[in-house]
């Protein structure tokens, strides 16, 4: 059935390091959206790819959809303490949404 | 705030019992989703209601269901509660089906 997989499952990082998680779908999604959820939060939505091939940028966040609309990648320049919380990806294929399992991230200051 | 509400906060309950949990999307949002996040886990898509119909099913058991009502809140009814059933259930809404989703702050479910 539909899977969308995420990796890595978890990331601790120095603060001012780069992370970066990737989602790998196993059919074509008519789009990607991407959500983070701090501790003990709710999903909030960050972004959404529609394009193949689309990069999208949010200051030091980087979204990128391949050129397959089968994987993305959120990529996170000189991490903030701030970014700490669980990073989820949702490929919608026909009218469903299948999430990714998460990164949880973590920032030593 | 995301202006998706959610009630109750918290339920606790026996197993074998039945629950209905609540949630009220966002003013002008027509689209309504339900999840289940188990503890640490992912988040799995359940069911979705667009203007009062469904309009996707997830992983959702035959044991759940679901309603949205012509004012567009929705309600999720959980019956013959299992331990495993314990869980955080979100709601979400958008606009429509294609556009993001706000999330509600979840109401958590423990069943004993």
């Known amino acids: 059935g539909q899977q969308v997989m995420q990796i890595p499952q978890y990331q601790h990082v120095q603060e001012g390091e780069d992370f970066t998680t990737y989602c790998n779908s196993s059919?074509?999604?008519?789009?990607i959206q991407w959500y983070k959820q701090r501790p003990g939060g709710h999903p909030v939505f960050l972004i959404q790819?529609?394009?193949?091939?689309e990069v999208k940028k949010q200051k030091r966040l980087t979204f990128q959809f391949g050129e397959a609309k089968k994987n993305s990648s959120l990529h996170i320049t000189a991490t903030q303490t701030t970014d700490v919380g669980t990073y989820f990806c949702?490929?919608?294929?026909?009218?469903?949404?299948?999430f990714g399992s998460g990164t949880k991230l973590n920032v030593k200051p | 705030d995301s202006g998706v509400t959610q009630t109750p906060k918290h339920l606790i309950t026996a197993t074998g019992q039945r629950v209905t949990l609540r949630c009220s999307p966002r003013s002008g949002d027509l689209s309504v989703y339900w999840y289940q996040q188990s503890l640490d886990q992912g988040l799995q898509f359940l069911i979705q209601y667009y203007n009062g119909e469904e309009r996707a099913k997830g992983n959702i058991l035959e044991r759940f269901s679901a309603q949205q009502f012509p004012d567009l809140h929705s309600e999720l009814n959980l019956s013959s509660l299992e331990l495993g059933d314990s869980a955080l259930y979100f709601c979400?809404?958008?606009?429509?089906?294609?556009?993001?989703?706000?999330f509600g702050p979840g109401t958590r479910l423990t069943v004993t």
């Open positions: 059919t074509t999604l008519s789009n």
């Open positions: 790819l529609v394009k193949s091939g």
């Open positions: 949702a490929g919608r294929n026909f009218n469903k949404f299948y």
């Open positions: 979400a809404s958008s606009v429509g089906f294609r556009e993001e989703q706000y």
